[in-house]
C-alpha cells in the first residue's frame, strides 16, 4: 500500500512539474477584446491582403544598427517567407507614414492607442499592423548541476514583446512576450551588470531564434486572415477605397459592403470599432497603385470607414 501511495505521489507532482514548465515559457498580456461576433464566412477572392511592420521600440542597451542587423531585418524577412499572399509593408519602403510610426511607439506611460494604430491602417489599406518592443536584456545568476557539483552560471535573458492588430476592429489578435536565455561569461555578466551589452554571435544568434519563433506564431495567424479593404471617401455613388492594383482588385470586380460605424468601449475605456451587417455591393470601376474607385449599387448603403469584403 505505501509502494502505491508513493508512486502515486510522484505521478501527480510529475504532472504539476510538466503543467508548470508548459505555464512558463510565455506570458500573455491581451488588452481586453471587443465582445464575440458571429461573422459570416469570408474567402480571399485571389486578393493579396496587406499588412505593416513597423519599426519595434527598443527598450535595450544595443544600438539601433546593431537591433537592425540582429533582429529587425531576419524578422521583415523571414514574415515576407513564411507569409503566404500576403503584402509587407515596412519603414524601408518610399512613403511610409511617419504618423502610424509615431501611432506604434509605446510611450514611457500608458498603452499604445489601438484605435490610432487601426485608422492609420484603414488609411494605407492595410489588414492588420504588426508592432512590438525590444522589452529587455537581463543578466542573471542560477546554480546548474548536482548536489555537490552545483555552482553558479550567469546568464542573458533576451525578452521581446509582439503586438499585431487588426485594423478591422483596433483589437490584439496577438500579444505575447517571447523570451530566450543563453549562458554568459563573467565578463560578458559584469558588463551587463554596468548596464552595456556586447552584441556576441551568440546573442545574435538568439535574437534570430526568437525572430523565427515570432515570425512562425504571425504568419499562423495571417495566413488564416481573409482579405479585407476599407472605404475613404464617398461622394454621390462613388466610392474610393484605401487598396488598388497592389491587392489584385481590377474594374468590374464586385465587392460586398459592411458597415463599420459603431463603437465599442470598456469599462477601462479602451474602444474597438465594432463590425456591422452587409449593407451592400460596389463595383470596381478604376484601379491604381494604393486607391480604387468604385460605382455603388443600387440598394446599397455606404460611408466612410466601411468595409469591403470579396463575395
Not at 281 to 288: D, F, M
Request: proline share 5%; with cysteine.
Amino acid at each position: 500500500m505505501t509502494g502505491v501511495r508513493f508512486w502515486g505521489g510522484m505521478l501527480v507532482a510529475g504532472m504539476l512539474v510538466v503543467i508548470m514548465m508548459a505555464g512558463c515559457a510565455r506570458f500573455d498580456t491581451r488588452d481586453p477584446r471587443p465582445p464575440k461576433l458571429t461573422l459570416p464566412e469570408f474567402s480571399d477572392g485571389g486578393l493579396v491582403n496587406k499588412v505593416a511592420l513597423s519599426l519595434f521600440d527598443n527598450r535595450t542597451q544595443l544600438r539601433f544598427e546593431e537591433v537592425e542587423q540582429s533582429f529587425y531585418k531576419p524578422f521583415n524577412q523571414q514574415i515576407k517567407d513564411g507569409c503566404k499572399n500576403l503584402l509587407l509593408f515596412t519603414p524601408y519602403d518610399p512613403n511610409f507614414p511617419e504618423a502610424l510610426v509615431d501611432a506604434t511607439l509605446v510611450p514611457e506611460r500608458g498603452a499604445l492607442n489601438n484605435m490610432a494604430i487601426a485608422q492609420n491602417g484603414r488609411s494605407l489599406g492595410l489588414g492588420a499592423v504588426i508592432t512590438g518592443r525590444l522589452a529587455n536584456i537581463s543578466g542573471f545568476e542560477r546554480e546548474k548541476g548536482f548536489w555537490l557539483f552545483k555552482e553558479n552560471q550567469h546568464y542573458q535573458r533576451i525578452m521581446i514583446q509582439v503586438d499585431m492588430y487588426a485594423t478591422e476592429t483596433g483589437a490584439k489578435i496577438l500579444s505575447e512576450a517571447y523570451s530566450q536565455e543563453i549562458e554568459i561569461n563573467d565578463t560578458e555578466f559584469q558588463a551587463l551588470a554596468n548596464g552595456s551589452v556586447e552584441n556576441s554571435p551568440q546573442a545574435m544568434e538568439t535574437f534570430q531564434e526568437i525572430a523565427e519563433d515570432i515570425a512562425e506564431d504571425v504568419c499562423d495567424i495571417l495566413n488564416d486572415m481573409t482579405w479585407i479593404g476599407f472605404v475613404t471617401r464617398v461622394k454621390n455613388n462613388t466610392v474610393t477605397l484605401s487598396s488598388g492594383s497592389e491587392a489584385g482588385l481590377v474594374p468590374g470586380r464586385r465587392l460586398e459592403l459592411y458597415s463599420s460605424d459603431r463603437i465599442f468601449q470598456t469599462p477601462k475605456g479602451t474602444r474597438f470599432f465594432v463590425p456591422g451587417a452587409k449593407t451592400g455591393e460596389i463595383e470596381i470601376t478604376a484601379v491604381e497603385a494604393g486607391r480604387a474607385r468604385a460605382t455603388l449599387l443600387p440598394e446599397s448603403k455606404v460611408g466612410p470607414g466601411y468595409t469591403v469584403r470579396t463575395r
